[in-house]
């Protein structure tokens, strides 16, 4: 009976151990999920663009699939490269976070391109939908869940950079709980943006009163703007983002003449003006990375279309010769 009781409160005594271990994983994973709050947000708003123009049947499941290709980026293949990386060679991680941004520097600028230059349509154009719908459906899920891999991995690395010195255990628990929150709470967003149109049209049909459905037409007038606006936001975050990455990653390396002089000068004008100076400091930087942003993608636009595009065409085509042979 002794033995059963020992037994017992062993048994308590891990309970309460792994309830503690629980607790930290949430509380350092809440932690370190508001320090990417930034990338969060920028996050939820890329995505609404890549299901402009489809048909309301198929918003949701675009978004499911998006969501699934995000989760399995976060769990996947960032969280164990994520702690390989940070164990074993830290210091390649802030080049390769650099790459990642000059990819949105250069999505983003290829956008704002395509508006601006004559002869150049956007793939985003309902003519593209109604040719081929499925066909451009995988091309979206695929650009979107691409985007998303760059924003997860930044994501990933500043949540990991926040998580307290611990085993690995508790690091990947802490990062795995962060990707599903994360995860949840960016696609859940998108869902309800994405289908808003949808319940304004119920409530302007089905709504008992007249306010009721005043506020459901008002609504479905209200969203082809804010989609285009979102759009908007979308193409405005890859380059603020991706900015953002490259000059933090100069720093790091030991360039820090481009970082400086945006910190100064938002500085100098959050200061000058007095007013509200932390969001203005914040509003002029994230200003000047996207400039900085869209003239870097506009640099690699031609180097990507000319030389690496046509590089890679030509290696996967030969793979493709040599596996039908």
């Known amino acids: 009976m002794s033995g059963l009781l020992a037994l017992l409160d062993d048994v308590a005594a891990i309970a309460k ?119 451009l459906e995988e091309q979206k899920v695929s650009g979107a869940i691409k985007t998303d891999f760059i924003l997860s991995a930044e994501i990933m690395t ?28 960016v696609y859940g967003s998108v869902a309800l943006i994405v289908k808003a149109d949808d319940f304004g049209l119920h409530l302007s049909r089905e709504g008992r009163f007249g306010v009721t459905r005043a506020i459901g037409i008002g609504i479905v007038k209200a969203m082809p703007g804010v989609m285009k606006f979102l759009m908007t936001v979308g193409t405005a975050a890859m380059l ?15 360039v820090k003449g481009l970082y400086n ?20 400091g914040w509003f002029a930087t994230a200003t000047m990375d996207g400039i900085f942003g869209l003239i870097l993608g506009l640099i690699l636009i031609p180097i990507v279309t000319k030389v690496i595009e046509p590089a890679w065409h030509m290696v996967t085509g030969k793979k493709e010769e040599a596996s039908g042979h």
């Not at 663009?49 to 499911?64: C, D, Q, T």
């Not at 990386?85 to 983003?108: D, H, K, R, S, V």
Request: hydrophobic content about 50%.
């Open 240 to 254: 603020w983002v991706g900015g953002s990455i490259v000059i933090h990653g100069l720093k790091e390396l030991g």
């Open 17 to 135: 151990v792994a309830a503690a271990s629980v607790d930290d994983v949430i509380g350092q994973a809440a932690k370190a999920g508001s320090k990417a709050a930034g990338a969060v947000i920028d996050d939820a708003a890329v995505t609404p663009k890549y299901v402009a123009g489809f048909s309301p049947a198929r918003e949701l499941p675009i978004v499911w699939r998006i969501a699934k290709g995000s989760l399995k980026n976060k769990l996947i293949f960032l969280l164990p490269v994520g702690l390989l990386l940070n164990t074993f060679l830290p210091g390649i991680i802030t080049p390769l976070l650099m790459l990642g941004g000059a990819y949105l520097c250069f999505e983003g600028a290829e956008k704002v391109y395509h508006l601006f230059v004559p002869g150049h349509h956007d793939a985003d154009q309902p003519k593209d939908l109604v040719q081929d719908p499925t066909h």
């Open 158 to 185: 500043i949540a990991l950079s926040e998580i307290p010195d611990s085993n690995i255990w508790m690091e990947a628990s802490t990062l795995a709980v962060v990707a599903i929150g994360i995860t949840v709470m």
């Open 261 to 280: 002089t945006i910190h100064n000068i938002a500085h100098n004008i959050a200061h000058t003006i007095g007013v509200a100076e932390g969001f203005l």
